[in-house]
């Protein structure tokens, strides 16, 4: 298996029009998306954007529509090209390269799932899922073997010989999945590739994903506009608005400190007993410790069920990595934290 | 006041000059050069002669057995063959049989030079926008000038006989498949390049892969066209001297034979209802697994 590389996306800029590179210091110097629509009838995609995504994790970008999460993601290989900026990829710049290392780069060291499946209508599931391979020009015998193997592990197996639209929306998805994971790439981008997926079939599909990643480690970027699947999915999670980065940070980071209105309206939705865990709600330690004790990326809503399933109101909270504990938890600090709201709110 | 009543036209003896020259400048080309667009289109002559020697020399049991088995294979339709079948029997039995083979050979022929021309073309078309905008307006030319007046130059410079005919029924129905392929191509959704690019698909990789699987029924559709235009020359082809169902028309209008007429013309309805069934039962079994679902 490919070593997880890391992505490194810096002072990374995009603006659609026939005369982008002129407007770039206008943009540089300031000029917001409304400014430049306006007086130039220019988009500004991306503006000023500075992510690391480290090896092997999950980065999450959301945002609404049209904040450019699409955009960002395709200048990770490519599919689009910057006005400016850099993305390095295990040290690489993507952005620099020629027409043959790019193609070299895209067959070896990315992989892409999209929204919309795209599977060949005209091949069968094996067919499709053999893509990648076929293209780097793996003999076929491998490139069948590796086909099943991931088929099978995404959970189509006997499906091989189905043609796409044979199979519903949720498998579809699958067949995009395991023809992406085919691939061996260490990096796996996918833009809103469960978003066409009805809510019980997506939480399925983030199980599966997730699932898998405990054992492929691959640097994923996934793209989102539901904070429940950001939430769930993301190691970290940037959130863009109008081609701008606007936070970055874990989810307990975006969920307990948003960094202004725009998030905080879409963390009040939140389930917050899910994603906060139980050392961001404790308390530091004093008195005699209660007995029963849970780690401390606990979810609130599991120490709250253990507390109650055990007759107590009282919990310690030991860390992870060491068993040492470092704070209590009680009932009024676990409601506390879930039903908080952050001043100025109803 | 006379500019008003009458149209200000070019004088006479000017304009009159001005056709002289054109024409005899051609004429001097052709003097020059005819012999040499013969040779060059010699090719041509014997692949036609090779496709009717084997048509009408064939016995005709054997040629009926492979009409049936092309539509079988095309359409996997027992109906589709059986009518075939019947249709190619009455063609025989009213004493119509070396003709068609004959018309079918020069359809098979033009079909045949207007793929091999036809898709590349379309694909460079669908490929560079500047080459779309030189081809098309050539296809409007070629589609609606009526066909005698390319016909002109082109006995001029080949004579009467097969291959002059074939330019000229090439010339009209080609368009079709050059159009279609160049839409079918320009259709494929722009996710599935996307993916194919982001595989690492090479050009000729996401041609091959993509572009052209997935442009094939429309693709189809202007071969079938193709076909049926060319069957609507057939007639015309045959007064500079293609042999086939177009003469005994011919022959009949010179001198009001009603009923050589009528057959022969349903004789050319028959191989186009049966080129038509055929291949578009072949374009929807192509598309069986076209539509995409999404959700
Ligand atoms: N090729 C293009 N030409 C001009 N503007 C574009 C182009 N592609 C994207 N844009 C604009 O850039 C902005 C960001 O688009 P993008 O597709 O990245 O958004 P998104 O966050 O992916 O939205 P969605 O959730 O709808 O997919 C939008 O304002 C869009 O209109
Ligand atoms: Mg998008």
């Known amino acids: ?346 | 006041m006379d500019w008003l009543t009458q149209f200000p036209q070019m004088d006479a003896n000017q304009l009159r000059d001005i056709k002289k020259t054109i024409d005899e400048a051609f004429r001097g080309f052709t003097r020059a050069y005819g012999s040499d667009i013969e040779t060059l289109f010699e090719p041509l002559r014997v692949f036609m002669v090779q496709a009717e020697r084997f048509m009408t020399g064939t016995p005709w049991i054997i040629i009926l057995a492979l009409i049936m088995g092309v539509a079988w294979l095309g359409s996997r339709s027992v109906k589709v063959v059986l009518a075939t079948g019947a249709t190619m029997l009455l063609i025989g039995y009213l004493g119509m049989w070396e003709d068609t083979m004959k018309t079918v050979s020069m359809i098979f022929v033009c079909t045949v030079i207007s793929i091999v021309i036809g898709i590349p073309l379309g694909i460079a078309m669908a490929r560079w926008n500047r080459m779309q905008s030189i081809v098309n307006p050539i296809l409007d030319v070629m589609q609606t000038m009526p066909s005698f007046v390319y016909l002109i130059p082109v006995v001029m410079l080949l004579g009467i006989g097969k291959v002059p005919g074939l330019i000229a029924v090439v010339i009209y129905a080609m368009p079709p498949v050059i159009r279609l392929t160049n839409l079918g191509i320009r259709l494929v959704d722009k996710e599935m390049l996307e993916a194919a690019d982001a595989f690492g698909s090479s050009d000729w990789q996401k041609l091959k892969n993509v572009q052209l699987p997935l442009a094939l029924p429309t693709i189809m559709a202007g071969i079938n066209q193709t076909i049926m235009m060319a069957l609507a020359m057939v007639v015309i082809a045959s007064m500079i001297g293609v042999q086939g169902l177009g003469q005994p028309v011919l022959r009949a209008i010179s001198n009001q034979y009603f009923t050589l007429g009528v057959f022969n013309g349903f004789a050319i309805v028959g191989i186009a209802i049966i080129f038509d069934r055929v291949s578009q039962s072949f374009g929807k079994r192509l598309q069986k697994h076209s539509e995409v679902v999404h959700g």
């Not at chain 1, 499709?128 to 099978?152: D, F, S």
């Not at chain 1, 202004?260 to 330690?285: K, L, T």
């Not at chain 1, 410790?289 to 919990?315: H, K, N, Y």
Request: glycine share 8%; hydrophobic share 40%.
């Open chain 1, 1 to 346: 298996m490919a070593d997880p590389i890391g992505i490194e996306v810096r002072n990374l800029y995009k603006i659609f029009g026939p005369q982008a590179a002129q407007l770039m210091d206008a943009v540089r110097n300031g000029m917001t998306k409304a400014e430049l629509n306006e007086k130039h009838h220019h988009v500004l995609g991306l503006n000023d954007i500075n992510i690391s995504m480290p090896a092997g994790q999950i980065q999450v970008i959301m945002g609404l529509s049209g904040s450019g999460k699409s955009t960002l993601i395709r200048h990770i290989n490519r599919l689009i090209d910057p006005t400016a900026g850099e993305v390095l990829v295990g040290g690489e710049n993507v952005v620099t390269m020629s027409r043959d290392a790019l193609r070299d780069f895209r067959r070896h060291k990315t992989a892409m799932v999209f929204q919309k499946f795209a599977l060949l209508p005209n091949r069968t599931v094996l067919e499709n899922t053999c893509y990648g391979l076929e293209v780097q020009g793996i003999p076929q015998a491998k490139r069948i073997a590796a086909a099943m193997h991931w088929l099978e592990r995404v959970g189509l197996k006997g499906f091989e010989k189905k043609y796409p639209n044979q199979l519903s929306g949720g498998m579809q998805q699958r067949v995009g999945l395991a023809r992406a994971l085919a691939n061996d790439a260490p990096i796996l981008l996918m833009d809103e590739a469960f978003s066409a997926l009805d809510p019980l079939i997506r939480v399925d599909m983030q199980t599966i994903l997730l699932d898998l990643q405990k054992e492929i480690r691959k640097t994923i970027v996934f793209i989102t506009h539901d904070l429940d699947e950001a939430l769930r999915l993301g190691d970290s999670i940037a959130i863009l608005r109008d081609g701008e980065i606007i936070q970055q940070g874990s989810s307990q980071d975006i969920v307990l400190r948003p960094a202004d209105p725009y998030i905080e309206s879409f963390v009040r939705e939140v389930n917050r007993g899910r994603v906060i865990r139980a050392d961001a709600a404790m308390e530091p330690a004093t008195g005699p410790l209660p007995e029963v004790a849970v780690e401390g990326d606990c979810t609130l809503e599991d120490a709250g069920r253990l507390m109650v399933q055990s007759g107590i109101t009282r919990l310690a909270v030991r860390e992870t990595a060491t068993g040492r504990t470092t704070g209590t938890l009680s009932m009024e600090r676990i409601l506390a934290a879930i039903t908080q709201r952050s001043p100025g709110q109803p």
